[in-house]
């Protein structure tokens, strides 16, 4: 099993400043690596896909870089919306087909 | 609009059996593979199963294998989850979740229906 490590666990950073999250992956995952966001009582919603791509409608201020095993989302100027639970998550699609989330980092407000 | 309602949700004994339903609508629900995804009470997210756009191909995580079966009926545009021999730690919310195509990551989700497994 492929297990993804996030961290850190809980991140405190101001509004208009930059936060940095990490993801790891035991083995490479190459870019099949996505990340989302979810806010309390809501569902997740897809941030970036393919390591780097954002999804349709996400501001860009969200990037997302990485390969392989090691991976970082950026907030370049958190929004008071932005705060919430990141979550990674890797979707190789080759057995023995499971696609594994991070514990996920929460994004509070310092 | 794409929308993803899920439904089936309510208390059950451990042991017990139950079945999850998701109605799918404002896309071409046969063109997609579907997911189901859980979320324990306070805790993250962990992928329950995989079903291809027909049906064909269905893939399980270890912690629900021999126990929930996944299905589809592309005419009723609705996905199913059949989950038997049911434990306190399948106590979740569950969501179903698009696949972006078969790409294995989730471009919509549905709002999650509530499972507890409790005596």
């Known amino acids: 099993e492929i297990v993804m490590t996030q961290s850190p666990a809980t991140l405190s950073v101001s509004p208009g400043e930059r936060a940095t999250l990490s993801c790891r992956a035991s083995q490479s995952v190459s870019s099949n690596l996505a990340w989302y966001q979810q806010k309390p009582g809501q569902a997740p919603r897809l941030l970036i896909y393919g390591a780097s791509t954002r999804a349709t409608g996400i501001p860009a201020r969200f990037s997302g870089s990485g390969s392989g095993t090691e991976f970082t989302l950026t907030i370049s100027s958190l929004q008071s919306e932005d705060f919430a639970v990141y979550y990674c998550q890797q979707y190789n699609n080759w057995p023995p087909w499971e696609y594994t989330f991070g514990q996920g980092t929460k994004l509070e407000i310092k | 609009e794409v929308q993803l309602v899920e439904s089936g949700g309510v208390v059950v004994q451990p042991g017990g059996s139950l079945r999850l339903s998701c109605a799918a609508s404002g896309f071409t629900f046969d063109d997609y593979a579907m997911h189901w995804v859980r979320q324990a009470p306070g805790k993250g997210l962990e992928w329950v199963s995989l079903?291809?756009?027909?049906?064909?191909?269905?893939y399980y995580a270890d912690s629900v294998k021999g126990r929930f079966t996944i299905s589809r009926d592309n005419s009723k545009n609705s996905l199913y989850l059949q989950m038997n021999s049911l434990r306190a730690e399948d106590t979740a919310l569950y969501y179903c979740?698009?696949?972006?195509?078969?790409?294995?990551?989730?471009?919509?989700w549905g709002q999650g229906t509530l499972v507890t497994v409790s005596s």
């Open positions: 079903i291809s756009w027909d049906g064909g191909s269905t």
């Open positions: 979740a698009k696949d972006s195509g078969s790409s294995g990551y989730y471009d919509y």
